[in-house]
């Protein structure tokens, strides 16, 4: 794929979603920071359900701090592995209110320094809380980018730093939002939806299907 065909790929989705954003619901860099580990192997709806009970109770690390992880367990267990979630997102308060007076840190590795925070976690909140033009690569991002040729990469890492580099500057902060959202809903995993796509024709996959639906013409 080149760079004109990337470009274009990239105009197309700003066209269609100007202002595109995450699915998890949060107010402040600490709700997403609790919200993005909770949806490891879960879904954005069930994490939402699971923080409208417990945002309003408790939204700082403080105050979950203080329900300790028993009380946390409780509004989190309809949420997979939530025992673990739980542990790991007590640490992590504990770790913010001593090492940074409350507040998330705006660092690379103080974030991946917190108890369940890995380099895909501490991107979005890079990207998403801090507007940094971080590359959260998960399952989506990593089968988009090599079913239509966008950045091959065997590894999740691979496909990130590729991504960083081919991805047009003026792209880069909300790339990795169209791109999760284009594989959520239209590049799915067993049946893509090739018909309704808008970048069918500048994809390079194989295997799929016409006719492409016409790019959306930019508002003036």
């Given at each position: 794929m080149?760079?004109t065909q990337?470009?274009?790929?990239?105009?197309r989705?700003r066209?269609a979603?100007?202002?595109p954003?995450t699915?998890?619901?949060?107010t402040t860099?600490?709700?997403l920071?609790v919200?993005?580990t909770?949806?490891?192997?879960s879904?954005?709806?069930?994490?939402?359900?699971?923080?409208?009970?417990l945002?309003?109770?408790?939204?700082?690390?403080?105050?979950?701090?203080?329900?300790?992880e028993?009380g946390l367990?409780d509004?989190?267990?309809?949420?997979?592995?939530?025992?673990?979630?739980?542990r790991?997102?007590?640490?992590?308060?504990?770790?913010?209110?001593d090492?940074?007076?409350?507040?998330?840190?705006h660092d690379?590795?103080?974030l991946?320094?917190?108890?369940?925070?890995?380099?895909?976690?501490a991107n979005?909140?890079l990207?998403?809380?801090?507007g940094?033009p971080?590359?959260?690569?998960?399952?989506?991002?990593?089968r988009?980018s090599?079913r239509?040729?966008?950045?091959?990469?065997?590894?999740v890492?691979?496909?990130?730093?590729?991504?960083?580099?081919v991805?047009?500057?003026?792209?880069r902060?909300?790339a990795?939002?169209?791109l999760i959202?284009?594989?959520r809903?239209?590049?799915v995993a067993?049946?893509?939806k090739?018909?309704?796509?808008?970048?069918a024709?500048l994809?390079?996959?194989?295997?799929?299907?016409?006719?492409?639906?016409?790019a959306?013409?930019?508002?003036?």
């Amino acid at each position: 794929m080149n760079s004109t065909q990337r470009h274009e790929i990239f105009s197309r989705l700003r066209a269609a979603n100007p202002h595109p954003t995450t699915e998890l619901e949060y107010t402040t860099p600490f709700e997403l920071l609790v919200a993005v580990t909770l949806s490891a192997q879960s879904t954005d709806k069930g994490v939402n359900r699971a923080t409208r009970r417990l945002f309003p109770v408790a939204n700082t690390p403080q105050a979950i701090h203080a329900l300790g992880e028993a009380g946390l367990e409780d509004y989190i267990r309809t949420i997979g592995l939530y025992k673990s979630k739980a542990r790991h997102i007590i640490a992590a308060c504990r770790m913010l209110i001593d090492l940074h007076n409350g507040e998330v840190p705006h660092d690379r590795a103080a974030l991946e320094a917190l108890p369940g925070v890995g380099r895909k976690t501490a991107n979005v909140i890079l990207n998403t809380a801090f507007g940094e033009p971080t590359m959260a690569v998960d399952t989506h991002i990593f089968r988009v980018s090599n079913r239509i040729g966008l950045a091959p990469g065997k590894t999740v890492l691979a496909v990130e730093k590729k991504l960083l580099k081919v991805i047009p500057t003026e792209f880069r902060v909300d790339a990795h939002h169209w791109l999760i959202l284009h594989g959520r809903y239209t590049c799915v995993a067993r049946t893509p939806k090739c018909a309704e796509c808008i970048i069918a024709d500048l994809c390079e996959f194989k295997g799929k299907t016409w006719p492409p639906k016409p790019a959306p013409t930019p508002a003036n």
